[in-house]
């Protein structure tokens, strides 16, 4: 199992400014996953976050609005950058297990932009 | 990933079993059934998944027809605790680097009445 722990549980912004969200999980593992879950909506993969290079976004998603870290096998880190109302979002760090195996999720970061 | 179909919503009483079904007539021979479910401002947690056979754990059971187009995680007791959005998610055993990656639907909404 794998436990993760997300920095900030949440946070009221600016528009225009920028976020960054902390993810620190207990045990090496190879990828980590961000997802936002708009509200009232499902969970949407952004990013997966492979260290040692760069991120890999989903369709609709791009680095200039949300930067990625890797820096390490137990961290990493998403900013949201420019923030929009629009960006009201919960962002949630996973990391997964193999197709055969389950997934871990962090308890989210619960974001408002005003 | 294969498409699934769950119903909106489900209630059920407390103590009684629960059967909430999944449709996915386009499963292929490597994917995967995996269930999560998210309770509310909680992180997606794992349930069950399985493959051809049905599969028992302590939080449920997962019922797989023999067709493999639909199956139904079974809750034998629900309690007010299980009241949660239900995600039915297909995993391809052969996407390569992406099998470590969740695609949710929308989900079912499953209330408990006390």
């Known amino acids: 199992s794998a436990v993760i722990s997300q920095k900030p549980s949440r946070d009221i912004c600016q528009r225009g400014t920028s976020l960054t969200i902390q993810c620190q999980v207990d045990s090496q593992v190879t990828m980590m996953f961000w997802y936002r879950q708009q509200p009232g909506q499902s969970l949407t993969l952004i990013a997966t976050a492979n260290q040692g290079s760069e991120a890999t976004y989903e369709s609709g998603f791009v680095i200039d609005k949300f930067p990625i870290s890797r820096p390490n096998l137990t961290f990493s880190t998403l900013t949201v950058s420019n923030m929009s109302p629009e960006d009201s979002s919960i962002y949630l760090c996973s990391v997964g297990g193999t197709v055969g195996t389950e997934a871990f999720f962090g308890q989210g970061t619960r974001l408002t932009v005003v | 990933d294969a498409k699934t179909t769950q119903p909106n919503s489900m209630e059920s009483n407390e103590e009684e079993p629960v059967h909430l079904p999944c449709n996915h007539s386009?499963?292929?021979?490597?994917?995967?059934i995996h269930w999560y479910r998210q309770l509310p401002s909680q992180g997606p947690e794992y349930v069950i998944h399985?493959?051809?056979s049905n599969v028992n754990n302590r939080m449920a059971s997962l019922a797989i027809a023999e067709d493999r187009k639909s199956s139904t995680l079974i809750l034998h007791r629900a309690t007010l605790r299980d009241a949660a959005v239900y995600y039915c998610i297909l995993r391809d055993l052969g996407s390569g680097g992406s099998n470590y990656k969740l695609t949710f639907g929308k989900g079912t909404l499953l209330t408990v009445n006390p």
């Open positions: 386009t499963i292929s021979g490597t994917d995967y």
């Open positions: 399985g493959l051809t």
